[in-house]
């Protein structure tokens, strides 16, 4: 167990000095070790005892039992209040005690994870927690960084060396991380062991890409800034090793401080009981005082002359005072109004709802080998109620896996499936994929369906074989070769990655580069071409071209961008290929298709000469520079011909745009906060089916000033507002009363709009004075795009829902950067089986497919929900139809506290007769099969507007409760007002008349549970009759002669039992006052099952929304994009890595070595065959004459 | 158990009925067909039963007199106001009530007195006793339980025997009830049964006397005190030796408190052999010792003869109750039936589906 010490005072600034423990130890930072869990094991016991006496509920029944030891007050004994009390308290640490302990396990899991660190110049394996501020550690390529790491030295050149940030801000293409050149010679150990610089740098903060520090070393200053820095939570990619110095560590790394605090959650529900346990708090205080006045009246008028027979206590000596007490006394035996078993039986049957959720095997990812998770147990009904979900985007809603899908060579399109019939074949059913193993260099993962394209390369389709070589060209991956013929491509962004793979899987293999040159394997022969320029990459270019001079000394420009600016600067002679390429980018498109269009220039070698010239001089300019290379590369990139468009799929998980249509019927919103840029969010918004062409408008804002932002918002709302012209401006987001109104307006808005914010308008729009304006443009929209926003910001959105619309929220998340999102949000979903675990485990539930959720809210959550509701419902009846007895017979008892019931009664009422079967209702209740919730998302909306148990409801319960006590008292009453027994002695006794009371009270209850519960198991049948049986028997046991000789007075009520039940007369009793007590409430249930279905009978409900569900469905099917055009070039590329290509700067000499190598090695005798054979189709020039297969 | 993703082995979680929540079950549903019948039945069982209810009642015959004695009513009201200014044991008061029977008093016949605004339930009263003591056990004998006070010791510190507020109230009216078969004849004393008016169990289980000392009652209770409204100790109750103690019939039945401030409680059978059939016609007197005082406290007494039936003695609330009930049963069933009749007019659609 790893004890982390928390408390310091605040930093000023951090010094650390490199392999100098014990200078570091001054300042005591932090050590590498997190800390989750709040308890071990000598701590447990006081403080969770003081966390639970925090809770009202359990102080005010501490209270109660210190009341109970005063005897003039004490109405019952002690151990009716210290059973149930220790029973809870128990019960609850045991959950504690459970849940801590994994908390440990995932801590410690963490905190032993290894890492090599440099001590006393040796590389040692350290548990992550024992690594200390001013270590050097020790990376290895794919692991995670094990806490802020000043990057000392890499395996690169240059001391680069490539993170994956994904876990930090949800980016996922790689960054590049540069040590200054002075450490980066720090190569080999022995060197690093002589480091000794210091570092002074700001304190710990949540600012990801903010890092200012200075490294003092040898006398000499060097600024840092976060270039320099490897964060915790990123990995190691495509760096064989690297070391970096620790400068923040545990708690005060980035990761950590971007981690938020964490928030005890508590369900709306909570929110709700704990207000109505107020309430009835004071609602029992009245009685109280109501009894207490009445005491002191009747022992004014009565009791006083009563003395005779009973005198007053010593200790009293007037009525005041007896009413005093008496009010005290009638607080204990009435406390059962605010139940003690209430906040336990909540927790049993959370706890089973959430056992529900890891059991589901419709939720366990067989790929994954993941089930579902309920990682807290309290907020399951919740998922019932969801009415905002905010969604990231990157490993949640795809997979962050890119396809080469489709692509259009000179008008004609590939990469359709079909199947044996001719039919285009849907997912499932596809023949196998196309066999690639004529070429040896291909990638085994990369499969493609359309045999056709193959063909047309093998044939020497001129066209195919440019487009190929196009994209075997046109990049800026690096390869890496450690086997002959063991390619790997570190590609920035996972687009251009699948678009060289697939050059490499059709014969055009990329196999290396060296600053001047790239070599490419065209179908199986070795052809190097000379690198003049790279045309890097922006985002206002968006495009990228390349010039080569191939082997045959012609210079080409080969380019590829987004179709938007390409196709205005192709040659006009491609008008017509330009139309059918066009119609090819359309359907791509509208398959959700991330699309690419490829053009190439010829260039003469006169024009370059003196263009490059001119390049020169504008990469030298000292002042606008940007814009002159721009300006540069517009030229050349003109009057190119067309070649074809690629289409890459950004492979969404299973089943996302099922899923969010599903939970769009339910009437759930889905808001997508994602770090990436806007194009790719659009996109996939697309593929998934939040936005659709059927749209009336998307609003895009993405203004830069608050004037601008405010300016796009109110345009974006008076659109809105123009077109369906029936709305005013009373959206109201105070009360949350109003919430359904609100809905209806929002459906009032003629047409559906969609909203696309960028992160530095959002910055803007979360402000105070926009904030709301923002909101109400959002929630007018049917969907909602953030992109390129902060982990911060992500958590402002959810907050700023959560602040004004009432509305229970839900984040969803894989990454590290939606940790403080899904904390803040009321349900925290993290996606399970990805590589990091940071979301997980800041997560409320987890799975791996973004799919389970529609499972997850529809059905757990829903049913969870009514079971809570009902349990409340029929709690609350339960314990007033039980307590108010006493309030009634206080009239007749000269309000002297007397209780109704026996006190063993009392003690067991709650925590034997009648709980089981109510539980059972509440763990496994169901009014409508689980695919019913899914067939008709309709079935959701009771929860989203809490109608099931609000306080209404409550106050329903609560009259239905009092009713049932008013009968159960005066029922017995007016029959044993002057009944005699059969033989004639004395009925109405105290302790008959206790038990006729009691026992109709267990029977009516059971009867409403009966009456309350909609799906009888076995396990209903066994509580419900069980209860009553158990009531009986301990009624007989508890009456029997056995137990009264062994403590006469405990068991006074000897006999009683077989005397009174013998009595027809109390059995007529107790059967008219269970059918009196239930029979309005089944004319009522009748009723309202007729006259008001759709509120109550969600099954008859369910019929009637089946037929318009069916029609919706179809709907939903046909839903296709069309005619708008997008493109996605690779957007998540960057700009800057054709410089550093161009300058060789991270290519390392054995690279360049090799790459000579490769070229003129020759593999296997096949492929010797191979390039013999297509050697003569292989010339990029001659193929126009070629006619197209096909 | 699935609870942590990480340990082995548990991660594929159980196709079983109860995991996957695909428990058999009977999903009732309040439809038509079940709720009208149910309705219409139990309207017609209640008044059924509430009929013969209220006949079996209507058919006990009860004559009561108020003996309490207030200013100007009855015969008491001498021995009333002796009561009032002495303070307890009192002093022997008697009076007399006399009635005339036309018609035989169908019996068996029960003689019950009945208090009132004598609040036996109030909490301070209930708990003041010690059943530990009353079951016969020595050691409470002499230490009675602290629940006892004021009544648990004399002021000279001797332990009261029985203990207790209740014990000590103990109802001590007795009654003899006197028969002239022909006017102006002899009366005769109508034999009362007083055995067997307490519980079966209380008497042979719940109250036992302390082991006798050399077979001498006084003596097994020798250091205690009698409780101080009682003019004889405890095992004086009765000179019968199966009567007297803690299991004398009367302190056993007043010891069962009752659950509400107005209740009777039986005082004898009138089971002799030339009353078995009942009470015969004719006039009768009760004499009433006039020991107990009520009007402090606003009580009242009552004499009461009763018969009873199979379902007890008078009781017209139950019978009243379920004719009541059965016919707002049948109400509401008719309401219901036209809703539901209407209700389907508008739909069309059946009601009896899913």
Known sequence: MALCTKKRPPEEERRARANDREYNEKFQYASNCIKTSKYNIVTFLPVNLFEQFQEVANTYFLFLLILQLIPQISSLSWFTTIVPLVLVLTITAVKDATDDYFRHKSDNQVNNRQSQVLISGILQQEQWMNVRVGDIIKLENNQFVAADLLLLSSSEPHGLCYIETAELDGETNMKVRQAIPVTSELGDINKLAKFDGEVICEPPNNKL????????????????????????????????????????????????????????????????????????????????????????????????????????????????????????????????????????????????????????????????????????????????????????????????????????????????????????????????????????????????????????????????????????????????????????????????????????????????????????????????????????????????????????????????????????????????????????????????????????????????????????????????????????????????????????????????????????????????????????????????????????????????????????????????????????????????????????????????????????????????????????????CKAVICCRVTPLQKAQVVELVKKYKKAVTLAIGDGANDVSMIKTAHIGVGISGQEGIQAVLASDYSFSQFKFLQRLLLVHGRWSYLRMCKFLCYFFYKNFAFTMVHFWFGFFCGFSAQTVYDQYFITLYNIVYTSLPVLAMGVFDQDVPEQRSMEYPKLYEPGQLNLLFNKREFFICIAQGIYTSVLMFFIPYGVFAEATRDDGTQLADYQSFAVTVATSLVIVVSVQIGLDTGYWTAINHFFIWGSLAVYFAILFAMHSKGLFEMFPNQFRFVGNAQNTLAQPTVWFTIVLTTVVCIMPVVAFRFLKLDLKPELSDTVRYTQLVRKKQKAQHRCMRRVGRTGSRRSGYAFSHQEGFGELIMSGKNMRLSSLALSSFTTRSSSSWIETLRRKKSDSASSPSGGADKPLKG | MAWSATSPGANQPDNTAFTQQRLPAWQPLLSAGITLPLFFCVGLAFIGLGLGLYYSSNGIKEIEYDYTGEPGIGNCTACARVGERVAPPHPNCTCQWCFSLPELFQGPVFLYYELSNFYQNNRRYVVSRDDEQLSGLASALRHPANECAPYQRTPTGLPIAPCGAIANSLFNDSFKLLYQRQPNGPYDEVPLDRTGIAWWTDYHVKFHNPAPINGSLKLAFHGTAKPPNWPRPVYDLSPDPNNTGFVNQDFVVWMRTAALPTFRKLYARIRHVNYSAGLPRGTYCVNITYNYPVLAFGGQKRIIFSSISWMGGKNPFLGIAYLTFGSLCIITGFVMLIVYIRYQDENGDGDEDE
């Not at chain 1, 990761?255 to 009981?273: A, C, V």
Request: glycine share 6%; hydrophobic share 40%.
């Open chain 1, 209 to 780: 890409d903010k890092f200012s520090g200075t490294l003092y070393w040898k006398e000499n200053k060097f600024p840092l800034s976060n270039q320099n820095m490897l964060l915790r939570g990123c990995v190691l990619r495509n760096t064989e090793w690297c070391f970096g110095l620790v400068i923040f560590a545990g708690p005060d790394t980035k990761l950590m401080q971007n981690s938020g605090r964490t928030k005890f959650k508590r369900t709306s529900i909570d929110r709700l009981m704990n207000t109505l346990v107020l309430w009835i708090f004071g609602f029992l205080v009245c009685m109280g005082v109501i009894l207490a006045i009445g005491n002191a009246i009747w022992e004014y008028e009565v009791g006083v002359r009563f003395q005779v027979y009973l005198p007053w206590d010593e200790a009293v000596d007037s009525a005041f005072f007896s009413g005093f007490l008496s009010f005290w006394s009638y607080i204990i035996i009435l406390n059962t109004v605010v139940p003690i078993s209430l906040y336990v039986s909540v927790e049993v049957i959370r706890l089973g709802h959430s056992y529900f959720i890891n059991w589901d095997k419709k939720m366990y990812c067989m790929k994954k080998r993941t089930p579902a998770e309920a990682r807290t147990t309290t907020l399951n009904e919740e998922l019932g109620q969801v009415e905002y979900i905010f969604s990231d985007k990157t490993g949640t809603l795809t997979q962050n896996i890119m396809i080469f899908n489709k692509c259009s060579i000179y008008g004609r399109s590939y990469g359709d499936v079909f199947d044996v019939l001719g039919h285009k074949a849907e997912l499932g059913e596809r023949p196998e994929p196309i066999d690639f193993s004529f070429n040896p260099l291909a990638d085994k993962k990369f499969l493609f369906w359309d045999p056709s394209l193959l063909e047309a390369v093998k044939v020497g389709d001129p066209h195919t074989h440019e487009f190929f070589r196009l994209l075997s060209l046109c990049h800026t991956v690096m390869s890496e070769e450690k086997n002959e013929g063991e390619l790997y491509y570190k590609a920035q962004s996972p687009d251009e990655g699948a678009l060289v793979t697939a050059a490499r899987n059709f014969g055009f293999v990329f196999r290396s580069r060296t600053p001047k040159t790239i070599t490419v394997h065209e179908m199986g022969k070795a052809i190097t071409y000379q690198l003049l320029a790279i045309l890097d990459f922006n985002n206002i270019r968006k495009r990228m071209s390349v010039i080569v001079r191939n082997s045959e000394g012609k210079i080409r420009l080969y380019c590829k961008g987004a179709d938007t600016i390409l196709l205005e600067r192709l040659h006009p002679s491609n008008h017509e290929l330009l139309n059918t390429t066009t119609d090819h980018l359309n359907e791509y498109a509208g398959d959700g298709l991330r699309t690419l269009v490829l053009a190439y220039k010829d260039l003469e070698e006169d024009y370059y000469e003196e263009w490059a010239e001119r390049r020169l001089r504008a990469s030298l300019a000292q002042d606008s520079r940007e814009d002159r290379l721009a300006s540069v590369y517009d030229e050349v990139e003109n009057d190119m011909m067309l070649l074809g468009a690629t289409a890459i799929e950004d492979k969404l998980q299973q089943g996302v745009p099922e899923t969010i249509a599903l939970l769009t019927l339910a009437n759930i919103k889905i808001w997508v906060l994602t770090g990436d840029k806007q194009e790719t969010a659009v996109n996939i918004g697309y593929s998934c089916k939040m936005l659709t062409d059927d749209m009336t408008e998307v609003f895009i804002v993405t203004g830069h000033t608050v004037l601008e932002v405010r300016e796009e918002l109110r345009k974006a709302r008076e659109k809105m507002m123009e077109s369906s012209r029936t709305v005013g401006n009373g959206f109201s987001y105070q009360e949350k009363l109003s919430s359904s109104k609100l809905t209806s307006v929002l459906e009032a808005i003629a047409g559906e709009y969609a909203l696309v914010i960028n992160g530095h308008s959002l910055a803007h729009a979360l402000e105070a004075d926009m904030e709301l304006e923002f909101l109400e443009t959002a929630c007018a």
